[in-house]
């Protein structure tokens, strides 16, 4: 079983549209988490970190389950230039070992 | 401010060959330094990290090495390159024990391609 899974997708949406993507871990000792976009051929850039009690910003809002051990990401009302790659990532409590998802591939449709 | 420059930005390598990548960082002491790899539409696979000059840690077995011969330098090496080296090289910083500053800043990537 992979560390963090993720779905790998395309999503098409639509623009305007609410997308939401989740991710799960394995490692139970993990302890932050966060969610980098990238772009094609291009570097992750870090999106949010996400908290215990959820966080937003602005279009984006970032969940936390410790329980079920998922995080997930929403993103209201799509934009042509949302569309990445958004990667799940998380770090392994007293470690200092950060672990990417695969990522999930977002198409903003036209 | 922090910032991490990484070159070159495309390499083109024949097999056999050897290798080397350079990262520094600027406008931050002591951070925890880290080499991925990207494999062509696959996902960021860690291959080390550094917590201090000289300390390296390696996640996976291969033909590539790293070293830090300077608190914000951090070079990749390979004394002889596989076709299956061929990727997306990204370097790495983040500040350790400093809550808000955990994350981890990426430089602009090296492309690799074994030939």
Redesign the interface.
Known sequence: RKEVEQDPGPFNVPEGATVAFNCTYSNSASQ?F?W?RQDC??????LM?VYSSGNEDGRFTAQLNRASQYISLLIRDSKLSDSATY?C?V?IGGT????????TRLKVLA | SQTIHQWPATLVQPVGSPLSLECTVEGTSNPNLYWYRQAAGRGLQLLFYSVGIGQISSEVPQNLSASRPQDRQFILSSKKLLLSDSGFYLCAWSVPQVPAMEKLFFGSGTQLSVL
């Not at chain 1, 051929?41 to 870090?46: S, T, V």
């Not at chain 1, 200092?96 to 990522?103: D, Q």
Request: aromatic share 24%; no cysteine.
């Open positions: 932050s966060f980098y051929r291009k570097e992750p850039k870090l970190s990667l990532v770090n200092y070992k950060y672990i990417f998802g695969t990522g």
